[in-house]
Structure formats: structure tokens, C-alpha cells
């Protein structure tokens, strides 16, 4: 037994492509200078409303959404392309979460309109090429970046059905029978209870007016404590604008049943109580099913439902059922003209998002790590950023990034934490091994013993260092 109102899925943005190093060398051009384009941005995950959808079943067999990356940088000046877009299609009114966040952190976004999109995940700027960082002084700079990580993370996805009428009732109160009456859905219905497992829509159109209908699969008592499928089911009570809940006349307690319900609304959120309610007197067609009404309708009247919102129906032969959508339409004008009511305070990012950090490279924090002796940790969102894109295959970026630290005031806290020759430094992802000679020089040296460990080929090397 399952019911596809919620899901987890992953999605990954593209990451930003990889920028180039590149001179011009044409015929006749004796001072060409760089040329290396930089790499495209990254593609982003999109959460887009489709209204051929009314449940999250499409998310059973598909859980990974990944974006195009952005391409390479080339030689003269070609910057990459930006990689495609990523849409997934989800039903109006769903709430996207990241999985795992603070109870207090708002959801990424919530969808409720037809053609409403939201971000979920943006992809990475594409790293600079090297004619991007020429200068007065360094006119033939001799590095490039690598392209940003684009955001990955699991997301949680829960359905609140849109509509403009939710039937309520216990199970086997004859629901998805009224929904068939009203509509052309066609719900399951049978004569035992819990036959309805998902909810169902139904449009109905009489009277030159259109009604949208939920049924909720039937409630028990204990349903607002998650008893059965009771969290499953509510939830989709709340973007409801009125109820039509719908009393089983075959039932040994039809006002227990009734008292139950409406304890189950209020405890699992007060508000239901607050919507307008239409009773429905189900099975009058049958053998002393209509032995408790004037019982019933004397409770209901007790309770203040308004005379004409108490209805006697038969929703197999359609007895009463005209009626009764006849006076939900009339409580629907009633109400104020309002669009589907958000229940979140969603993010809701409408613009293209291009992931424009306001951290300061100089907010960083040293901490040393407690697993290990001699290892110190450096976080900071920017310096990670700007760690992960360093192209160490180039002298200058490492020579560039050593200056960054130094500027940033990196160095002077490591030394004020007491780092030693020999020591680990880790920013991000990167390990790197502290001297306290940090002359060009010995950088340089440094440099060339790691890529001859790595045994990778040596760019940009050329003219490094300056002096000796």
C-alpha cells in the first residue's frame, strides 16, 4: 500500500567548464597575447507545474536529475557553451524541501500554477581562461581556472492536491462513488473499506461552471497522528477552499463517525475547521440506511451547520447529488476569489538563478583537526570556491593562490595557531604542506617535485620562476 504524494529524488547541477590557456600564433602577428576562452556555466535544475499530472508516481523509477555542464574554453577567444537547462515536471502543489534541512528552513519552492517554475539547483560559473587575466604587468599570464561544482543535493517533494473541493469521510462512506457521479473520473469503488489508496481529481462541469473535486481516501480515528495513512491523506485537505464531508448512512454510529472526523480535522490542523462544510447523507438508497437522518440532521443543526449545507444523497443513482454541487458552487462565490493558497513561505527563486556568492574570501575560520596531529583546517565558503577552481597544473595558479592566502590573512592565522614545517593545511578539498620558506623560488621547487610524484606533464612552466 502506497500513496505517491511524496518523493526523494537527486538532482545535480552541470558543473561550469574548464577555461583554456592558449596564445595566438597567426602569420604576420608577432605579439598575438592569450587567447584562452573561458568555459561555459553549468545548466540548471528546474522544477516546472504540469497540469497532466496529479501524483508523484512518475518519481518511482527515475531518482537522478542531472544538468548538461558547461563545454571547455578553446584557443582564439572561444568561450564554451553554457550547458542546457534540466525541467522536471511535477503535478501543481508540490512543496520541494532539501532533505535533511533545519525544521525551521524554508522549502526551496512551491509550485501551485500551471507553467510556475523554480529553481532547485544552479550550475557553476565556467573558469576563466588565461586571456582573462591579463594585466599591464603580466601580459601573457600562463594559467586558467576550473569550471565551479554546480549544486547537488536530495530533495524532498511532497503533493498537496490543488482543487477547489475536498470529499471527506470515513472509509467506505461511498467518496470515489460521489467523485464518478460528479465527474469523469473513475476511481476504484468497491464495497470494502480502503478500496481508494491515492487521492483522486474529478472536474465537474454544470451549470456553465467548472468545480475541481478531491477525494481524500478515508480517515481513521488517530489519522492526524499518522495512524493508517492519516498524514498521507490530510494534507491534501488544506489547499481546499471548502469540504463536502460525506456521512456513511449505513453506518451503526453515523454522528461518532461525523464527531471523529472533525476531531481528526482540528487536531491535525485547526484551520480545516474554519472551512465551509457541506454534509452529504450518503446510501439512501438502501434498506434502513435513512432510519438515523432526522437524527443526524437535528445533531448537525445543534452543531451549526446551516439547514441548506445538510444534504439526504444517494451518490450510486445520483439522488440529491445536483443539489448538492448546486449549493457547493453557491458557497464557492461565497467565498473570497482567491488562487490556491500557498501553506509555506517558499523560496520560490522565479529568476535565473547564476550562483552569486556575497561571502567575503576573507571570512574564513582555522581550526586544527582533531583526528589527526599536525593537520589544520581551513573553512570559508569563498577560499573553498576559490581552492576548487585553481588549476594546480599551472605555476602561476599555485603562485597565485599562495599570494591569495598570504593577502587574505590565512598565513598570519595558521602561524598564530602555532603551524609548524611540514604541517597539513587543508582548504576544501585541497591538502597542501606548509614551509615557512615562501619565497618564488622554493614555491617553484615545491611545485615541480609534486607534478614529478604525480607524473604529469609540466605547463606553463617556462619562464618560472623570475628569480632564484
Not at 296 to 302: A, K, T, Y
Not at 304 to 323: H, L, M, N, R, Y
Not at 435 to 443: F, K, M, R, T, V
Request: charge should be negative; hydrophobic fraction near 40%; charged fraction near 25%.
Amino acid at each position: 500500500m502506497r500513496c505517491f504524494d511524496t518523493a526523494n529524488i537527486y538532482v545535480k547541477a552541470g558543473d561550469g567548464g574548464k577555461g583554456c590557456v592558449a596564445f595566438r600564433r597567426e602569420k604576420h602577428v608577432p605579439r598575438g597575447g592569450p587567447s584562452g576562452g573561458n568555459g561555459g556555466n553549468g545548466g540548471n535544475v528546474w522544477a516546472v507545474v504540469d497540469d497532466s499530472l496529479n501524483s508523484l508516481a512518475a518519481f518511482r523509477k527515475q531518482l537522478h536529475y542531472r544538468a548538461t555542464p558547461g563545454s571547455l574554453g578553446g584557443g582564439s577567444n572561444r568561450h564554451g557553451s553554457n550547458g542546457a537547462d534540466l525541467e522536471i515536471r511535477v503535478p501543481p502543489g508540490t512543496i520541494m524541501r532539501q532533505r535533511d534541512a533545519p525544521e525551521d528552513e524554508p522549502p526551496l519552492a512551491e509550485l501551485l500554477t500551471v507553467g510556475e517554475r523554480a529553481v532547485l539547483a544552479t550550475g557553476g560559473r565556467g573558469g576563466r581562461g588565461n586571456a582573462s587575466f591579463k594585466t599591464g604587468r603580466n601580459n601573457a599570464p600562463t594559467l586558467a581556472e576550473f569550471g565551479e561544482t554546480g549544486v547537488e543535493m536530495w530533495v524532498e517533494l511532497e503533493l498537496k492536491l490543488v482543487a477547489d473541493v475536498g470529499i471527506i469521510g470515513v472509509p467506505n462512506a461511498g467518496k470515489s462513488t460521489l467523485l464518478s457521479v460528479l465527474s469523469n473520473a473513475k476511481p476504484k469503488v468497491a464495497d470494502y473499506p480502503f478500496t481508494t489508496l491515492v487521492p483522486n481529481l474529478g472536474v465537474c462541469e454544470m451549470d456553465y461552471s467548472t468545480t475541481v473535486f478531491a477525494d481524500i481516501p478515508g480517515l481513521l480515528e488517530g489519522a492526524h497522528a499518522g495512524v493508517g495513512l492519516g498524514h498521507e491523506f490530510l494534507r491534501h485537505c488544506q489547499r481546499t477552499r471548502a469540504l463536502v464531508h460525506v456521512i456513511d448512512g449505513t453506518s451503526s454510529d453515523p454522528i461518532g463517525d461525523y464527531k471523529a472526523l472533525c476531531t481528526e480535522l482540528e487536531l491535525f490542523n485547526a484551520t480545516l475547521l474554519d472551512k465551509p462544510q457541506v454534509v452529504a447523507y450518503n446510501k439512501i438508497d438502501l434498506p434502513d440506511s435513512g432510519d438515523y437522518i432526522d437524527e443526524v440532521r437535528e445533531f448537525l443543526l445543534g452543531e451549526g451547520v446551516p439547514p441548506e449545507d445538510i444534504f439526504a444523497i444517494s451518490a450510486a443513482t445520483g439522488k440529491g447529488v445536483k443539489d448538492l454541487v448546486r449549493r457547493v458552487r453557491i458557497v464557492l462565490d461565497e467565498l473570497p476569489v482567491v488562487e490556491a493558497v500557498k501553506t509555506t513561505d517558499a523560496l520560490n527563486m522565479r529568476e535565473l538563478p547564476r550562483r552569486v556568492s556575497s561571502a567575503d574570501i576573507s571570512d574564513f575560520t582555522v581550526t586544527a583537526d582533531p583526528e589527526a596531529d599536525r593537520r589544520w583546517i581551513v573553512t570559508g565558503e569563498a577560499i573553498d570556491r576559490f581552492a576548487a577552481m585553481t588549476n594546480w597544473d599551472y605555476y602561476e595558479a599555485t603562485l597565485r593562490f599562495q599570494k591569495v592566502l598570504d593577502a587574505t590573512g590565512i598565513n598570519k592565522a595558521l602561524r598564530a595557531k602555532g603551524v609548524q614545517e611540514g604541517d597539513t593545511v587543508v582548504v576544501g578539498t585541497t591538502e597542501l604542506e606548509w614551509s615557512e620558506d615562501q619565497s618564488e623560488g622554493a614555491l617553484y621547487a615545491a611545485w615541480r617535485e609534486e607534478k614529478k610524484a604525480r607524473g604529469t606533464a609540466w605547463q606553463g612552466s617556462a619562464r618560472w620562476p623570475h628569480a632564484v
